[in-house]
Each structure stands twice: as structure tokens, then as C-alpha cells.
């Protein structure tokens, strides 16, 4: 195959990939189809077939598009940020804002809650090593320049603040009820409480 077919090929698969996303992004997985994919691109359901088998095939290649995208935008901020309560800022809005604004795409999520294929997973996985790692950067930069006295295990204190944002329950929640994906009206509710643990973490550290 020649490589003008090969980009064409990648156009398509680009075109598919953003209307896809549109429709899981206003109607969710469940309420959307193959032939309305198929239809919103003019193209016909055999052919969208032939880049992606079936839809949960597709609406894992948005998702992973979505993370590449999320987790560019943590790298990129590496090193970047004017101090240590700025970078736990970053995380925390950035991971609240990329929720809020693909919520409907989610709901696949809140479909399937107990049980995610593992692809999903290691997306998760792979996002929260990120974090992990932008979070890490910016607590031993806070060292060089001796904002913070040296620490051991960097890693483990970024991974205990990253446990404790994802323990965060919203009022009324009990423990044994296990985890649920939030509804759209508790987000905010969620994203407050994250907000108090920086300052009570951020202070903690100094």
C-alpha cells in the first residue's frame, strides 16, 4: 500500500475518531450507534465497519485519544509551575475540567462500572502514573531550590495524596456502598473537598 493510501487511511480514521467522540460526547455510549456514526460522516455503516469492528472497539480508540491527549497535556506542564501549590492546583482543575467536559462520554463508565475491561484500566493506570510523575517533579523541584527540606520516598507521598483525592466521598456516602462514578450535580461538591486536602497537604509538606 502506498503511503498517499496509508495517509488517507489516517485521515479517515481521524474523521471517524472526532465524530465519534461528538456523538458520545452529547448522547452517551449507550444511546449512540454505528449508523448514526456512520451517518454524521456520510459514509457507509460497511465501511465504518472495516476501520472499527464494533462500537465499543471505537469508543475505546476515542478514549485512548483522549487520554494521549490528557497526558500531553501533563507532561507538557512538567517543570513549569511557579510552586508546589500551583502543580497540586493543576492536577486537581485539570482532572475536574477534563471530567466535566466529556461527562456524557463517561457514561460508559457508569454503565459498566463493576466491570471495566482492562483496557480501560490501563488507561487509568496510565494517567494516574502522570500525575504521579508531574506531581513527583514538582515536589523535588520545591527541593532544589530549598523551599522544602530533602524527603524520602517522594513517590509514595504523591501516591498516598493521589489515594486520598480518589477517596474523597461526597456527603452522605458511606463507605460500604463502595466506589461510584459521580453524578454531574456532585462533581463540584467532590472538587471542593480536593481543593481543602491540597491546602491541608501543601501545608503538611512544608
Do not use: C
Given at each position: 500500500m502506498s503511503s498517499a493510501a496509508i495517509d488517507q487511511q489516517d485521515i479517515k480514521r481521524e474523521k471517524i475518531l472526532?465524530?465519534?467522540?461528538?456523538?458520545?460526547?452529547?448522547?452517551?455510549?449507550?444511546?449512540?450507534?454505528?449508523?448514526?456514526?456512520?451517518?454524521?460522516?456520510?459514509?457507509?455503516?460497511?465501511?465504518?465497519?472495516?476501520?472499527?469492528?464494533?462500537?465499543?472497539?471505537?469508543?475505546?480508540?476515542?478514549?485512548?485519544?483522549?487520554?494521549?491527549?490528557?497526558?500531553?497535556?501533563?507532561?507538557?506542564?512538567?517543570?513549569?509551575?511557579?510552586?508546589?501549590?500551583?502543580?497540586?492546583?493543576?492536577?486537581?482543575?485539570?482532572?475536574?475540567?477534563?471530567?466535566?467536559?466529556?461527562?456524557?462520554?463517561?457514561?460508559?463508565?457508569?454503565?459498566?462500572?463493576?466491570?471495566?475491561?482492562?483496557?480501560?484500566?490501563?488507561?487509568?493506570?496510565?494517567?494516574?502514573?502522570?500525575?504521579?510523575?508531574?506531581?513527583?517533579?514538582?515536589?523535588?523541584?520545591?527541593?532544589?531550590?530549598?523551599?522544602?527540606?530533602?524527603?524520602?520516598?517522594?513517590?509514595?507521598?504523591?501516591?498516598?495524596?493521589?489515594?486520598?483525592?480518589?477517596?474523597?466521598?461526597?456527603?452522605?456516602?458511606?463507605?460500604?456502598?463502595?466506589?461510584?462514578?459521580?453524578?454531574?450535580?456532585?462533581?463540584?461538591?467532590?472538587?471542593?473537598?480536593?481543593?481543602?486536602?491540597i491546602d491541608i497537604f501543601v501545608k503538611g509538606l512544608h
Open positions: 472526532d465524530a465519534a467522540h461528538q456523538r458520545f460526547l452529547h448522547y452517551g455510549y449507550s444511546k449512540t450507534t454505528m449508523n448514526e456514526i456512520a451517518g454524521d460522516l456520510s459514509m457507509s455503516k460497511a465501511l465504518l465497519y472495516y476501520y472499527f469492528p464494533d462500537k465499543s472497539e471505537l469508543y475505546m480508540a476515542v478514549m485512548r485519544k483522549l487520554a494521549a491527549d490528557y497526558l500531553k497535556q501533563l507532561e507538557d506542564k512538567i517543570g513549569h509551575f511557579i510552586n508546589l501549590k500551583d502543580a497540586f492546583l493543576y492536577q486537581v482543575n485539570t482532572h475536574h475540567d477534563f471530567i466535566v467536559t466529556n461527562f456524557n462520554f463517561f457514561d460508559y463508565f457508569r454503565v459498566n462500572e463493576q466491570n471495566l475491561p482492562d483496557s480501560i484500566w490501563d488507561i487509568i493506570g496510565n494517567i494516574n502514573n502522570a500525575e504521579k510523575r508531574m506531581l513527583t517533579a514538582a515536589i523535588e523541584t520545591e527541593i532544589e531550590k530549598g523551599v522544602l527540606q530533602s524527603k524520602e520516598n517522594i513517590g509514595e507521598i504523591v501516591e498516598v495524596f493521589l489515594d486520598a483525592l480518589h477517596g474523597i466521598k461526597v456527603s452522605g456516602s458511606m463507605p460500604h456502598k463502595g466506589h461510584k462514578f459521580p453524578t454531574k450535580e456532585l462533581l463540584d461538591e467532590i472538587h471542593t473537598k480536593r481543593l481543602l486536602l
